[in-house]
């Protein structure tokens, strides 16, 4: 049974802080790993994309993953009130279908 | 906006009623995955279509079922539906089959069932 397993919080956090997202996976011959954005009542959207290990960026989001220890995690810098949300955590390997974690709930606070 | 567009936005039917959910793919992807998402969870995979063929199944049982079409449309069909098949369903669209980079979700459909 491949796993995705996210603290499904709520991480609350003050308005420009920095917000850690973790995520951990079962699977090791998962390639792809992705993080997604979900607003209450809405459907996920994708924010971040990371294939390799090391970390990826783009604007606030940086995007971490360790291979060995199994290990995504989503960092977001200067967290808006707008960032509020669900962020769910998703893996796939080769030949695979997408797996999503439960989701954590970030809260941030004005 | 992703492109992809599911319809009804919302369904309310009672236990044992069928019901067929719709969607459309963004344009030049060839693959939809079908996803289950109840309220506080994960979405949770149901299967995905490939080129008009089913590419991979979640752990659903039969009466859950799909089609896709040659325009890459595709129907999520659930028959004898159960109080527990109430949730948000979500189709994503990508291209690439066995192992699309990046897929992107509708706006998904909302079904209660009483």
């Known amino acids: 049974q491949k796993e995705v397993e996210q603290n499904s919080g709520p991480l609350s956090v003050p308005e420009g802080a920095i917000a850690s997202l973790n995520c951990t996976y079962s699977?090791?011959?998962?390639?792809?790993f992705f993080w997604y954005r979900q607003y209450s009542g809405k459907s996920p959207e994708l924010i971040m994309s990371?294939?390799?290990?090391g970390d990826k960026e783009d604007g606030r989001f940086t995007a971490q993953l360790n291979k060995a220890s199994q290990y995504v995690s989503l960092l977001i810098r200067d967290s808006q009130p707008s960032d509020s949300a669900t962020y769910l955590c998703?893996?796939?390997?080769?030949?695979?279908?997408?797996?999503f974690g439960p989701g954590t709930r970030l809260s941030v606070l004005p | 906006e992703t492109g992809v567009t599911q319809s009804p936005t919302h369904l309310i039917k009672t236990r044992g009623q069928q019901v067929t959910l719709r969607c459309s793919s963004q344009?030049?992807?060839?693959?939809v995955s079908w996803y289950q998402q109840a309220l506080g969870q994960g979405p949770q995979f149901i299967f995905q279509?490939?080129?008009?063929?089913?590419?991979g199944r979640g752990n659903f049982p039969p009466r859950f079922s799909g089609l896709q079409f040659p325009n890459y449309s595709s129907e999520l069909n659930v028959n004898a539906l159960e109080l527990d098949d109430s949730a948000l369903y979500l189709c994503a669209s990508s291209l690439g089959g066995d192992s699309p980079k990046q897929q992107f979700f509708g706006p998904g459909t909302r079904l209660t069932v009483l």
């Open positions: 344009s030049g992807h060839n693959t």
């Open positions: 998703a893996v796939k390997g080769y030949g695979q279908n997408f797996v």
């Open positions: 279509y490939y080129r008009e063929e089913e590419n």
């Open positions: 699977d090791r011959v998962s390639q792809s």
């Open positions: 990371i294939y390799s290990n």
